[in-house]
């Protein structure tokens, strides 16, 4: 930054597990394009910070409570120590310091922005609030931990508020963060992520019509949508502009089962939604698949996050059929 011109800037938080640094110095590189400068953060036991013989899951994704209260609380103190250093940068401009994360990141974001006022605007993509209900409900510690209670202790639960986003979103109220949520998360629960935005006075919010991974295949323009959400924040404005689309793929992998009751194994892409539901996944959707016997096109009615019913038809003279979709999505 110069400083004749003081920028904005942005600390950069990366997802859970993230072995090394490519997705966020992408990120930073697509920010300073856009005139905002960037800061990059390994999260405490990532990367360089992470020690011999050990690995992120140990300390966020455990039943250790007190572990992992004190990753989340360190993480945070080190974006604040972050959000220090560029204050004391020539050419940043101290009113305009943000914060974007992913996943992980994300809360990490949600939960600096409570504790450090400076951070004036943020973006949180695929994050949520109420750890209590995450541990509980999220596929990540049933698969690492199966055999661990999904209860917490009242002592533990008063641990866990200590790094809850929603224990602080009262202090990030008066502040702006834009939300990007997957409605079929399996590893951030929705009902984690909508208590959070309640909880923050309904910011801005966008719903993509996915579980938590296929978001990365619309990084550019989820990118350009926190960018622009960004600058119209820290500008004049009165109001915000309209964001850019995000269209993330809906892709569903399991099984189709026919009316006579055969079971095939199934992908299948979600290639237009027709009408949302309240929770936010399409209603109806027209589909291009392939199953065990063959390709097929198909309109589907989305029954839960797991399961479809609609008609399939396949090339060649087969009739159309009806179906019913069992499946997980990307």
Not at 263 to 284: A, E, K, N, T, Y
């Amino acid at each position: 930054p110069g400083s004749q011109h003081p920028t904005p800037a942005v600390i950069l938080l990366h997802a859970l597990g993230e072995p090394e640094d490519a997705m966020i110095r992408r990120m930073a590189r697509f920010f300073v394009s856009r005139g905002i400068a960037a800061a990059t953060m390994p999260l405490p036991y990532h990367m360089q910070r992470l020690p011999p013989n050990d690995y992120p899951l140990r300390h966020y994704v455990t039943s250790d409570v007190s572990r992992a209260v004190q990753a989340y609380a360190q993480a945070a103190a080190d974006v604040s120590a972050v959000a220090d250093w560029l204050e004391n940068r020539e050419g940043v401009d101290r009113q305009r310091i943000g914060v974007v994360g992913v996943s992980l990141g994300a809360m990490i974001a949600h939960l600096a922005m409570g504790m450090d006022e400076r951070l004036s605007a943020g973006v949180a993509i695929l994050g949520g609030g109420n750890m209590q209900r995450m541990y509980a409900a999220s596929i990540l510690p049933r698969i690492l931990n199966p055999f661990a209670p999904r209860r917490l202790s009242e002592a533990q639960k008063e641990l866990v508020r200590e790094v809850d986003p929603i224990t602080y979103a009262h202090r990030n109220r008066p502040r702006r963060v834009l939300m990007i949520q997957a409605a079929r998360d399996d590893f951030v629960p929705p009902s984690a992520a909508k208590q959070l935005h309640e909880a923050l006075g309904r910011p801005p919010i966008v719903w993509l019509d996915t579980n938590h991974y296929a978001p990365a295949l619309a990084e550019q323009e989820i990118l350009r949508a926190a960018a622009l959400y960004l600058r119209s924040v820290w500008s004049s404005c009165s109001t915000l502009p309209r964001l850019p689309s995000i269209v993330a793929p809906t892709v569903k992998i399991g099984t189709v089962i026919s009316r006579r009751g055969a079971i095939w194994p199934s992908v299948m892409w979600q290639v237009l939604p027709i009408g949302m539901r309240p929770d936010h996944m399409s209603l109806f959707h027209l589909n291009i698949g392939v199953h065990s016997r063959s390709p097929f096109v198909s309109i589907g009615l989305t029954l839960s996050a797991y399961v479809d019913v609609g008609v399939s038809v396949r090339p060649g003279r087969y009739p159309a059929e009806p179906y019913v979709g069992l499946h997980m999505t990307l």
